[in-house]
């Protein structure tokens, strides 16, 4: 059975929208906060209590038995840049590699769609946008407004090409499905996932540092030799297995015992977490909130931004790529310190991708008041597009989630001004905010009809005296 997740959180589409707008200059990168999903996502679902799998014992003996994380240490990897586009900055276009037969079709976007790359952004453990694709993942990351763009493989070709094996592109203000983009799809990582809102750096960590018991409120990615992972045979064949949150498998070839492809691994609650430095703490303190979830094949398990953009650095922070197998000797964070959590059943990985559609923006929002003869004042709304469900918001209140009709009809209250919006169920794909307009005024149906005001009538005249 798999943990729950959270219900809705409201939050305004406007601030993920401020908080998600690019501030660089017209062509440069420059620091930002890591990139982040709203706080619907299952990346930021606080696991501590979640349900531990039945098997993650034997899962667990069996990865250690294997070697454990890449050799055989839990090690940190610096080398991936998160850059920062501004709105203008120069485009560059998906020619594929090493050619257009060789692109992960249609699990990614298609050729020759544009990418920001600012002029002095960065490929994955390079200075600048070369990097020797056939022999490594050159993972390239830039972050546009509410949009992620995740290129796997990439390399600057001319003035305005960029090859690449995939380039993902992920909408910062949407809860995704549990399959992500689709099915059976890839991404820039193995699993499915996006890359930079699980990775973790030195600005996130310094300031969860300044807070009594801080964590940094996300899963962080973690990586496995393909050997290490959990693959099965079928008819002689080799297919490898993925769980939730993951939509894809790589090439594991481990045997099915071992953990899959998407597992999502908590530490102890009792590891000796107070014997490590106070940015280490920060960090084993989330794999204990919010776990690590495993994403792609490699031997160095974790990975942290660079410092390239980042106010503060790694050696400020008093980390180092070692830190967890060699600060505490006598208490290194091990494989057999984690246990797997019970995520829903392994899925066997077809590799024939199912893409999803998203959803269309709902729009053309208009809002009337209605007041009736008795009762409250209500107001209706009335759009156009959308998906199967909608959020309906009042200001900064999420006031109801409802099946998408085209219309709603409620209670008004409150202030008049407050403008009101509706979106795309957990999401913030929302339309414009619409104060509503005075329009009619209803009585009931059954009400009796108002009798017909009598003719005035004059007082008769006074009779006469006798004298």
Partial sequence: MAY???????????????????????CAARAEAPPRFPPQAVWHQDISGAPVHPQSASMISTWVGLGGFGYGRMQIDFSFHIVNAAPGAPTRNIIGYPSAGEYYAPDCEPI??????????????????????????????????????????????????????????????????????????TSADAAGFPIAPLLFNADEVHAAMQVANGDLGHAIRFILPNARMASTIVDGD??????????????????????????????????????????AQVILRTMQRYGIVLSDGGNIALTAESDRYTDHTWAEQGINSRIFDQAVPGSPVRAQD????????????????ERNVDAPDPAGLTATLIAKHRGPMQVQLDWTGGGERMDVWRGDQLVSTVDNQGRWLGKHGGSPSLPWRVCNAD?????????????????????????????????????????
């Fill in 4 to 26: 729950p997740l959270p219900g809705p959180i409201p939050m305004n589409a406007a601030r993920w929208s401020l908080l998600l707008t690019s501030l660089a200059l017209a």
């Fill in 112 to 185: 020759g769609t544009p990418m920001p790359v600012p002029l002095d952004a960065a490929i994955e453990g390079q200075a600048g946008l070369s990097c020797t694709n056939a022999n490594g993942d050159c993972h390239l990351l830039v972050v546009q407004g509410d949009r992620l763009y995740e290129a796997y493989r990439a390399n600057a070709v001319g003035q305005d090409g960029l090859q690449a094996q995939c380039l993902a592109v992920w909408k910062l203000e949407q809860v995704y499905p549990a399959d992500n983009r689709g099915e059976h799809c």
């Fill in 238 to 279: 080799r297919y490898g297995q993925y769980v939730r949150p993951a939509s894809h498998a790589g090439g594991p070839n481990g045997p099915e015992g071992t953990i899959p492809y998407g597992s999502r691994l908590r530490l102890r609650a009792d590891f000796p977490v107070n014997l490590y430095p106070a940015a």
């Fill in 338 to 353: 984690f246990v797997v959590l019970d995520t829903g059943p392994r899925i066997l990985e077809t590799w024939e991708c």
């Fill in 427 to 467: 999401s913030q794909a929302c339309s414009a905010g619409v104060v509503p307009a005075r329009d009619r005024w209803l009585r009931p149906a059954t009400a009796p009809a108002r009798p017909a005001t009598p003719p005035l009538r004059r007082p008769p005249a006074p009779q006469a005296r006798e004298r």
